[in-house]
């Protein structure tokens, strides 16, 4: 066992896992009694996911000198709701809430292309949530929180699950099935988008039709 997997471990038992908890129900609190939030979810990156990362090689170099601090998504959290329109205002709860030190809005290399979309932010653990009897060395600075429509978090779910094997790389073909489905989460966003406008508008001009005949009632 190599000194950063004794780290890694010693770190996700004594402080990420219990973590885990205290933020999940802080981003539930900000989120309750909001529309359309399917999920609020949180979890600790696993040991063999970290090192996995940690090894990553880019131009045979590794990409992280010193992991343990500069991977960021050691705890994960997600917030799933229903619609596109629905990520502006989540995103802006948490916002309010939490501070940020980088946001990506998370699209394909081109037009051409369907992947990993969503909203990423890295915001600082509040430090309420942090034990003070922790060593202070093991307690990581951030947190990752994706913001993700329902179709977005059940593709990326399925492509992490299907495509991060490296001992059972995906075919040409497979990949191209891959690229099929994102295509159809995408234009399922994009449907129901349309439908959710479309249902509002009509339950809008409802209520103010009902509107302008209790005020003529109230009239005669």
Do not use: C
């Amino acid at each position: 066992m190599s000194d950063l997997e004794k780290d890694y471990r010693r770190r996700f038992d004594s402080v990420l896992r219990p973590l885990v908890p205290k933020i999940q129900r802080q981003l539930q609190e900000f989120f309750f009694n909001e529309p359309r939030i399917d999920r609020v979810t949180v979890r600790a990156k696993t040991i063999d996911r970290f090192l996995k990362k940690a090894n990553t090689l880019i131009d045979g170099r590794l990409k992280y000198t010193e992991p343990l601090r500069q991977i960021q998504d050691q705890i994960g959290a997600r917030v799933v709701t229903y619609y596109l329109s629905d990520l502006e205002r989540v995103t802006k709860i948490a916002l309010r809430y939490l501070r940020p030190i980088e946001s990506k809005n998370i699209v394909p290399d081109s037009e051409w292309e369907f992947g990993y979309f969503g909203r990423h932010f890295i915001f600082i653990i509040p430090s309420d949530l942090l034990d003070p009897s922790a060593d202070k060395e093991m307690i990581p600075e951030f947190f990752e929180l994706q913001v993700k429509t329902l179709f977005q978090h059940a593709w990326s779910e399925a492509d992490h699950d299907l495509g991060y094997k490296p001992e059972a790389p995906l075919s040409s073909d497979a990949k191209r099935r891959l690229a099929f489905t994102s295509a159809q989460a995408w234009g399922a966003d994009l449907i129901f988008q349309g439908l959710f406008e479309e249902q509002s508008k009509k339950v809008a001009a409802s209520k103010r039709d009902g509107d302008s005949v209790s005020r003529g009632a109230e009239t005669n």
